[in-house]
């Protein structure tokens, strides 16, 4: 394996990290508030910084474009980095009301960097990477903003427009 899959790899792995901690990412804080329990009684002590970091790691992965022998091997990373950003707005946007702070750990800013980063890769001349945008875009302006105050901070301007205009698309397609 060389250093393009190693990327591709690490990338999807940061989602699937996320995945199965995001549910106890307040209960850690409640049992350090709570109780004479030190940290090294919490499995789950993920900070928003961490989560932050996580974001910023794929968003600056959808800009490798890495050519080798093989061609354009950048879009295997950019696609892992848009299947990733999805996964993690995905887990993220259905915990919120289980996150005291959530707005910490998932800004409003975060997600819509996610959604323009994967709107650019929507742009790009590869199908398979302008598929894989389109995919899951469509699956994320399908889902349900946060149960949180303000969640309309997480609305993707123009949500109507895209969604139309991607269903649309999608039944040419698939039909």
Known sequence: MDNVEARRNCYTSMSLLLQPIAPDLHKCKYLLENSDLSIDHCL?????????RVIDSLLSGLED????ERGDVGSWVRMACIQSLTRVSLTMLSHARDIPNFVDYFPPDKYQAAIAGILKQGAERLDNVRQQAGENLLLLLQTPLPDTQDADLWRVPGDEILRKTLLRYTFTFFH
């Open 65 to 68: 474009y890495t050519i080798d």
């Open 44 to 52: 789950v002590d993920v900070e928003p910084l961490t989560v932050s």
